[in-house]
């Protein structure tokens, strides 16, 4: 994972320059901007977007930590560094990740930023599980819901009102209740194309084109002239 952005803000002098100590000596922080005003912060955030943690001294002069914070991003964390440890329940209120009772040590420090940073690996794990293509759907047939895998259609006609599907390694069809087009809607388009008003093919399962017919295992599929220019157009771009 990339490392986690920071800015630092302490009315401080010491503070400041102990976190930011704490920030570098940190492998997976970095370091944008240190400020000794939550105001400062404040412009400093016009110019550095995107900005992942906050270490935010809670009791600074005109704006506290504790009302900067609310004025942050939803996306942006926050870890507040005081003194005073009666704000210990407010800035949990504020959803801040943890917090930091002065005077603290690196340990301390160390143990904070790494639940910062489990934090936002869940966050990109859960991410990348969202954005994951879904490689199956689910079918109604024979008043059964049957799951089909993406990568075992070799191809599917359309009749009427139902589609049979063909499946790898299955001698007969699946039947089922569905439109042609609704099922072509269904399915990732990366992976599968109509060539003909009744037939859509698997792409990865095309064996040979003979003139105007696909082969897929011992079946021969006609591709219908106002679709053959878009198959050409994806074979040329798989030829060498």
């Not at 920071?6 to 970095?30: G, H, N, R, W």
């Not at 079946?219 to 040329?236: C, F, G, R, V």
């Amino acid at each position: 994972m990339r490392k986690l952005t920071c800015l630092i803000a302490d009315d401080e002098p010491m503070a400041l320059s102990l976190i930011e100590s704490y920030v570098l000596k940190t492998p997976f922080l970095e370091l944008k901007a240190k400020c000794s005003s939550a105001i400062e912060a404040m412009q400093k955030l016009e110019d550095e977007k995107g900005i992942d943690l906050f270490f935010l001294d809670i009791q600074m002069p005109d704006l506290t930590g504790l009302e900067f914070s609310k004025l942050l991003p939803q996306k942006s964390k926050v870890i507040f560094t005081t003194a005073f440890d009666q704000y210990a329940i407010e800035g949990y209120k504020v959803n801040a990740l943890d917090y930091l009772l002065k005077p603290f040590d690196y340990t301390e420090f160390l143990n904070a930023a790494t639940k910062a940073r489990n934090h936002f690996e869940n966050l990109q794990s859960n991410l990348e599980k969202t954005e994951k293509k879904q490689e199956f759907f689910f079918i109604k047939s024979e008043y059964k819901q049957i799951k089909i895998n993406f990568s075992e259609i070799l191809f599917i006609e359309g009749l009427k009102d139902y589609v049979k599907i063909f499946l790898k390694d299955q001698p007969k069809p699946i039947l089922t209740l569905m439109s042609l087009k609704k099922l072509e809607e269904e399915l990732p388009s990366e992976n599968f194309m109509r060539i003909h008003r009744s037939y859509i093919i698997s792409l990865d399962k095309i064996e040979a084109i003979e003139r105007n017919h696909i082969v897929i295992g011992e079946q021969q599929i006609a591709i219908a002239p106002n679709y053959k220019d878009t198959l050409m157009e994806y074979i040329s771009g798989k030829s060498f």
